[in-house]
């Protein structure tokens, strides 16, 4: 995009998508404000001992890249803006950290909002809504385009519509304690990794891998089991490594070696009658997630984990296996020369079988539930292949974070995750 004729710019209007090729450079960014944070983020300048400096890190986006932060110090600055707004941010550097691009406000910068959040979500038309901005036909262009991909993306459009507005100005509540039950919305993973309270957040972010202890350490390094990994190489062996038996309600297993030091707790804390509910469960696992700033983990337990596998329980998945291990069995035995199935549909203490084929029919017979109902262990093990594909767009994760909990103990635990759903994206 070439440079554009006002006075006072320091540098050419750039699609977003361009960035790296002006790291260093001034610029001026025409963008929607897709989230900003409710409380700015503190960093710290160890290097250069100028102490702390507070930034908030805002989430823009444009028609050629959905996603991209602005961090600014100016309180002032920040005020002019809101999520939702379609602004002209003039004069920004352009930095790079690491693989991340990020545009930083400096004292020369300015903002102009462009179309407020509510004129956008209005649904009036391209044309009448960049009717009455004035400015130069580069960057009416630009607007066109970056209006045209907001009122594209269903989703985008959804977000904006839940920020309260009055007047066109974002309106304060004074609900505090009923505000603090309430999930936090964080921009991005590093935001949540600076978290000075504990909170309950959500966050978009993608899965990398999902983590579980071994119950057979000698296997593994450091104890430790990369679920992807596994299934590539023994797929059937994941059953026995992430189900175990624990409680249903609070998660813990049975298991003291997966309890990492504690043990078995005498009481539920998630029942109300403080009575544990034993079965099969999914045993504590650790989720990676990752977006275009930092990487975190997660801690699932059984019931977060539910939700991750599709609402399939443990014990669905483990009696289906168990059924499915037995039919391999019962496939691999010799058949009689008239060819009919030997063990099916022979009674329990038939004399022509042996004690431990007994064993296996009555197996069979308790289980034919499981045979009837949806083959719940393959849909399982498909839906942990998909979670782990690498080009799967972000979940919303919903977290609850406690400071005082160690990192692989649940500072961050997954409370439940969804599927933010995209309709298009880009120009
Ligand atoms: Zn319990």
Not at 234 to 261: H, M, Q, Y
Not at 350 to 376: F, I, M, P, W
Request: with cysteine; charged share 20%; net charge positive.
């Amino acid at each position: 995009m070439a440079a554009a004729a006002v006075t006072g710019w320091y540098g050419p209007l750039i699609d977003l998508s361009r960035a790296a090729s002006h790291v260093g450079d001034f610029v001026q960014l025409l963008v929607l404000v897709r989230h900003y944070p409710s409380h700015p983020i503190q960093v710290k300048f160890r290097a250069s001992n100028r102490g702390a400096m507070h930034r908030t890190l805002i989430q823009i986006g444009d028609n050629t890249r959905a996603f991209f932060c602005l961090s600014i110090a100016n309180n002032h600055l920040g005020s002019t803006m809101h999520a939702g707004d379609v602004v002209l941010l003039q004069n920004v550097k352009l930095a790079r950290y690491a693989e991340v691009f990020e545009a930083v406000a400096t004292q020369i910068s300015s903002v102009q909002v462009l179309i407020h959040s509510c004129q956008l979500v209005s649904m009036i038309g391209v044309d009448e809504l960049i009717a009455c901005c004035k400015v130069g036909i580069n960057t009416r262009e630009k607007l066109k385009k970056v209006v045209e991909w907001a009122h594209k993306t269903e989703s985008l459009l959804r977000s904006i519509k839940q920020v309260p507005y009055h007047n066109g100005k974002q309106s304060t509540k004074n609900w505090k304690s009923q505000e603090e039950n309430k999930s936090r919305n964080c921009t991005s993973v590093s935001e949540v990794l600076c978290l000075t309270e504990s909170c309950k957040i959500n966050f978009l972010a993608c899965i990398g891998e999902i983590i579980l202890q071994s119950q057979r350490p000698h296997e593994v390094v450091k104890n430790k089991l990369l679920l992807g990994k596994r299934l590539l190489r023994k797929a059937d062996s994941i059953v026995e490594d992430i189900i175990c038996t624990g409680c249903t309600r609070c998660g813990c297993p049975i298991n003291s070696r997966l309890l990492d030091g504690m043990e078995f707790p005498l009481y539920c804390q998630n029942s109300g009658d403080y009575h544990h509910s034993v079965s099969f469960i999914y045993q504590p696992l650790l989720l990676y997630v990752w977006d275009h700033s930092k990487h975190i983990t997660l801690l699932v337990r059984n019931k977060a984990a539910e939700m991750l596998f599709g609402n399939i329980t443990a014990e669905d998945v483990y009696k289906c296996f168990e059924v499915v291990k037995l039919d391999a069995l019962r496939k691999q035995e010799p058949r009689p020369n008239d060819g009919g199935p030997l063990y099916s549909e022979i009674p329990n203490g038939t004399e022509s079988t042996n004690g431990s084929q007994q064993l296996e029919c009555r197996k069979v017979a308790k289980h034919t539930d499981y045979t009837k109902k949806l083959d719940s262990y393959s849909i399982w093990l498909l839906l942990i292949k998909l979670l782990l594909h690498n080009e799967n767009s972000p979940f919303k994760f919903e977290v609850s974070v406690n400071l005082e909990t160690d990192k692989d103990s649940g500072r961050f635990e997954l409370v439940s995750l969804t599927m933010p759903h995209y309709v298009a994206d880009g120009g």
